[in-house]
């Protein structure tokens, strides 16, 4: 715990806007053979926020435009990622495949794979990979799994109008998005995974075999 607090001290009183809440956390197991009265718990500590001391400024948005860097970085748009940290340049058109899932639809990408050699956001590739779950052996008719990193076609579009540096309007705009049931967890269609309130999506899609139907992706064009 004292390593937590030591990491948060003396960095948020140099920020604006300062952070409201800042927290250190501690996970404490017990063995299942230990005795003691104390069980496993997870144990936090909320210090009160410093005083200021010539804080850089710091945007409304630049909380957002960093967290959806990161999974632009991930999905393997890195220019655009660039563009969203540093608040510079314009949009470029990019053709990108979308799944819908529940109702709502996700441009997705193949995580952990980069996009240089193949190609992974033409539609080549894709049509490319549906003709190999397809071939007529028993091998490549067992289920093929591919993990998928995306984020919700609104928050994507909003992304498109967060140019400059001045605050998005767009981006500021979006709400915490509550999936059908209230719930994280998506299992159906073939997937199985998460997504989370600020609408990126990770987990599993099943392709293939006997008893899967085929997924079709939408592709569209986005500025990104």
């Not at 063995?31 to 410093?50: C, Q």
């Not at 850089?56 to 960093?66: H, I, L, P």
Request: net charge negative; charged share 25%.
């Amino acid at each position: 715990m004292y390593d937590g607090l030591t990491q948060l001290a003396g960095w948020e009183k140099h920020i604006s806007p300062q952070p409201i809440k800042s927290l250190a956390i501690a996970t404490f197991l017990r063995e299942a053979d230990d005795t003691g009265a104390e069980t496993s718990l997870i144990a936090f500590v909320d210090p009160e926020p410093e005083v200021p001391d010539e804080p850089v400024e710091f945007g409304r948005d630049a909380v957002r435009r960093a967290n959806y860097a990161s999974w632009l970085s991930l999905m393997g748009f890195d220019a655009a990622a660039t563009r969203l940290r540093q608040g510079e340049g314009e949009p470029q058109e990019n053709e990108v495949p979308v799944l819908t899932l529940g109702g709502r639809k996700f441009v997705v990408s193949i995580a952990s794979i980069t996009r240089d050699s193949p190609d992974m956001s033409s539609p080549d590739f894709w049509d490319e990979f549906h003709r190999f779950l397809r071939w007529p052996d028993i091998w490549f008719r067992s289920a093929t799994k591919i993990e998928l990193v995306g984020l919700d076609l609104k928050v994507v579009r909003a992304l498109s109008g967060a140019t400059g540096s001045a605050i998005s309007s767009e981006l500021m705009a979006l709400q915490p998005m509550e999936w059908e049931g209230a719930s994280a967890s998506v299992e159906g269609e073939g997937f199985q995974g998460s997504v989370l309130k600020d609408g990126s999506l990770l987990g599993m899609l099943s392709l293939g075999g006997p008893d899967k139907r085929d997924t079709e992706f939408e592709w569209i064009k986005v500025a990104l």
